[in-house]
């Protein structure tokens, strides 16, 4: 299906079923959200990186406004529901300050094994150990998956959306696997350096090397 939708470029990833909160300042962007709040409409945010607006995104509904200053701005809240790749971007729609897009909504495959998350979800939190990082996650770990923990694995924004543009789960787990089984020896090593960087200057009780027996 193909229809038309307004668009928030934006340098992030929301993922379908994240919650994220946003601050909105910029006047065209305070018309598309009040617009799209007060008919229930949903809207889409295509990820820009390096400068560029990449062509799959991820429609959002706005679910609440926090709060109105005075002067127009607000902080609001949405929720991430599908996936799109963009067809045509209209730069200038009438009677509009922002712009909107032609789209195509994709099918997006989110059934898994449990056991396959559940190890993705070890890995994560080995490698917070590892970086002294405490970060829980939003539900339960039996209800969560790839979506609900990418943003927890150490990606960049280009990695966070090259798993957006995977419309399989399995292929999204996969993706994260070979990312911590790569990453992880990283993060090891970094914590090494750390403590001999730590330890350097300190008294060091160290067995003196025996040439009698090429021993220390």
Known sequence: MTNFIPIFPLEIIVYPGEKVNLHIFEERYRQLISECFKESKPFGIPTVIKNKVAETGTLVQVTEIVHQYDDGRMDITIKGLGLYRILEIIDSIPAKLYSGAIVKHLQNDQNTSSKHV????ASIRELHKLLHITKAFAKPDNELNSYDIAHHAGLTLQEEYEILCLLRED??????????????????????LKKKIQMNGHFKELKGFDFGTGKK
């Open 118 to 121: 559940q190890k993705i979800i």
């Open 171 to 192: 292929q999204r787990i996969e993706y994260l696997r070979r990312h911590l089984k790569k990453i992880i020896p990283l993060a090891a090593g970094i914590e090494n």
